[in-house]
């Protein structure tokens, strides 16, 4: 179980993360885009999750978005614990209609995102489209994995971004199942 708060002039965010939840959900962020998207990441990863943010959303949403990816990220690192046992790698190509994304993860303990995923569409109802990759950048660092998010097709905005929080999810998923009760790692750790 990971429990972090994070808390700055900008933002009060408080996140609950269990890997191996029964499906309990509770997402407010104020941006209800980037919430529908959460909510993508915690049904497709199979996790209960709890994300309270209350951000300065009168001057923009960056903070609240990064600040989440912050929070969240730190959380999944307390709930991995030090990983003994899990996979380790995950990938998935994941379909949305026009969208083919593909996700590839390494709980690594070494941090680093690329990201592919290209969207002409600016503006999702109050989500600004390149605030995803922030969101990403910032649990990537946080949480010290690496992930690549591929767009191999798509034109839709929501469906190409969707497609990608989803395989995200269940790469997670699938990389944190205990598999065996060795470190996955050559070093010994992660």
């Given at each position: ?6 808390e ?79 996979a ?47 969101f ?55």
């Amino acid at each position: 179980m990971g429990r972090v708060t994070h808390e700055t002039t900008e933002t009060k965010i408080r996140v609950v993360l269990n890997l191996d939840g029964a499906g309990e959900r509770a997402i407010r962020t104020g941006i209800p885009f980037f919430d529908h998207m959460l909510l993508q990441i915690a049904t497709h990863g199979r996790f209960d999750l709890t994300i309270e943010a209350d951000g300065d959303l009168a001057v923009e949403p960056h903070h609240t978005v990064e600040d989440v990816g912050i929070t969240l990220g730190q959380a999944f690192k307390a709930a991995l614990g030090d990983g003994r046992g899990i996979a380790r790698f995950a990938s998935l190509h994941a379909p949305m209609d026009d969208a083919l994304v593909l996700a590839a993860l390494d709980i690594s303990g070494r941090a680093y995102l690329h990201y592919g995923l290209t969207v002409e569409q600016t503006m999702l109802g109050t989500f600004a489209t390149d605030l995803a990759e922030e969101f990403f950048r910032a649990f990537t660092t946080n949480a010290a994995v690496t992930l690549h998010l591929l767009q191999l097709h798509g034109r839709n905005a929501h469906h190409i971004l969707e497609a990608g929080f989803k395989s995200t999810g269940v790469v997670l998923h699938r990389a944190t199942r205990v598999v065996d009760q060795a470190v996955p790692s050559s070093k010994g750790r992660l």
